[in-house]
């Protein structure tokens, strides 16, 4: 489902999105974002109609301060993992510098460090998911597409979701986020700086999620594995909470 949002683009429903096993994922249960900074009025009571009882917010200490998210009233529950955001501080550099070839390559070396060096707080995301009684729930950080889209890759993944979806799941933040990214790029121009060498840093791109495939394949045998056994997903647990209880065959025509 795309976005219902008008001040969040990339807000989106994981409903639909079929298990290898026939099953599908419950509507209206787990929803990916980028933050609700700029969430308007009427944002907000689309939230609160949907009940979003629980967010998880990916984002470290200091981008929460800067930019925090609009209170939601049926909100219970809002837990914070921090997983810092290291191509920022990077990128900043390279775009003083009109460094395009670093900002081409910034988030590769993000998602390989988010690989190995984040796999408690990736592990936790899960073991809340498995646990937590406060349902709808959304998770973000601040864009809704590097952290988070590695958070739905290994969500995904534990669901039994076959990887033609998690990759067009992926790569689905760069329509939703579409206007975002080229008014981003015009405001940048317009301050005197070369906006378009920032289109790498707000989109995504296959080679980042695949370099972090390949790195996960090279040192875990595998992203099934590294989900079971290095994140430890409660499989079983997760798939009886969010997938649908049966599968009714397509019919024939």
Not at 51 to 68: F, G, N, T, Y
Not at 69 to 79: G, H, L, N, Q
Not at 184 to 204: D, H, M, Q, W, Y
Request: charged share 30%; net charge negative; hydrophobic share 40%.
């Amino acid at each position: 489902m795309g976005t219902i949002l008008t001040n969040q683009l990339n807000f989106r429903d994981l409903g639909g999105l079929q298990a290898t096993d026939g099953r599908k994922i419950k509507p209206g249960m787990l929803f990916r974002s980028g933050d609700f900074f700029s969430l308007s009025d009427e944002d907000i009571l689309t939230l609160e109609h949907l009940c979003l009882s629980a967010v998880i917010d990916l984002r470290a200490k200091r981008e929460i301060e800067k930019r925090p998210d609009k209170a939601i009233s049926t909100v219970k529950e809002t837990i914070h993992i921090d997983i810092h955001d290291y191509a920022r501080e990077k990128s900043e550099k390279f775009l003083e510098n009109n460094d395009a070839k670093g900002l081409e390559t910034v988030l590769i070396g993000d998602y390989i460090r988010m690989v190995n060096i984040h796999q408690a707080d990736f592990r936790r995301f899960l073991h809340i998911l498995a646990t937590t009684e406060n349902l709808p729930l959304v998770y973000h950080c601040a864009a809704g597409k590097d952290r988070t889209g590695m958070a739905t890759v290994f969500l995904l993944t534990a669901l039994g979701i076959d990887m033609q979806q998690i990759w067009e799941d992926y790569m689905a933040t760069n329509l939703f986020s579409a206007s975002f990214t080229e008014k981003i790029i015009r405001k940048v121009t317009e301050s005197g700086l070369n906006g378009a060498i920032l289109r790498p840093l707000l989109e995504v791109r296959e080679e980042y999620l695949g370099a972090a495939i390949k790195e996960i394949d090279l040192k875990y045998s595998g992203l099934k594995i590294y989900v079971e056994k290095v994140l430890r997903a409660d499989t079983s647990k997760l798939r009886e909470k969010y997938l649908t209880t049966n599968h009714t065959p397509e019919p024939i025509p």
